[in-house]
């Protein structure tokens, strides 16, 4: 059974930093690229940035809004996706959620399998 | 950035009902289109991929069509479980954007 799990959310005040992290079982973690998409409360759904698998030269794409403030990182050996997030605004306040790519390593495509969320709130 | 639009941001329904849902691209995104229900508190769940594919798993009751920058998610018979805000997402690009919700409510 795939399944993904965030953690790394909670409190913390603009400008500074948090990291996410995603861990992923049930299947192979190596080939899929994976993707991060946020939902502020009450509101839709954002991507916010993906990462493509090894094979496609594990390179990464992100929003407009985050660009530059946050980086998504992998570690296949432990089947671990990572967001780390800098430069924090009120406005990245929101569910992260963890997903994975239906088709496979490349990236693009639905997202066929989410985690639970995790909360991050930026509040001084 | 591509931009999506939904129609209607409420629908209020019975059960039983035949229900659509319209989605707008603001260009031309071909089939490369997604349909995710999300209810209160869960993460959102893929129904159908480019643009009229059932995922596995998801009742036949759930169908999509259109190509282009017109969509549509119908629901054929609607059911107590289907109560739930929809989605679409393009992804034509390597920016993916979805609409801003059709939330479906009991009339």
């Known amino acids: 059974e795939v399944q993904l799990v965030e953690s790394g959310g909670g409190l913390v005040q603009p400008g500074r930093s948090l990291r996410l992290s995603c861990t992923a079982s049930g299947f192979t973690f190596g080939d899929y690229a994976m993707s991060w998409v946020r939902q502020a409360p009450g509101k839709g759904l954002e991507w916010v940035g993906f990462?493509?698998?090894?094979?496609?030269?594990?390179?990464?794409e992100y929003a407009a809004s985050v660009k530059g403030r946050f980086t998504i990182s992998r570690d296949d050996s432990k089947s671990i996706a990572y967001l780390q997030m800098n430069s924090l605004k009120t406005e990245d306040t929101a569910v992260y959620y963890c997903?994975?790519?239906?088709?496979?390593?490349?990236?693009?495509?639905?997202?066929?399998?989410w985690g639970q969320g995790t909360l991050v709130t930026v509040s001084s | 950035d591509i931009q999506m639009t939904q129609s209607p941001s409420t629908l209020s329904a019975s059960v039983g009902d035949r229900v659509t849902i319209t989605c707008r691209a603001s260009q031309s995104i071909s089939s490369w289109l997604a349909w995710y229900q999300q209810k209160p508190g869960k993460a959102p769940k893929l129904l159908i991929y480019?643009?009229?594919s059932l995922e596995s798993g998801v009742p036949s009751r759930f169908s999509g069509s259109g190509s282009g920058t017109e969509f549509t998610l119908t629901i054929s018979s609607l059911q107590p479980d289907d109560f739930a805000t929809y989605y679409c997402q393009q992804y034509n690009s390597y920016s993916p954007t979805f609409g801003p919700g059709t939330k479906v409510d009991i009339k």
């Open positions: 990462i493509r698998s090894k094979a496609y030269g594990g390179t990464t």
């Open positions: 997903t994975r790519f239906q088709t496979t390593g490349r990236g693009g495509g639905p997202l066929d399998y």
């Open positions: 480019k643009a009229s």
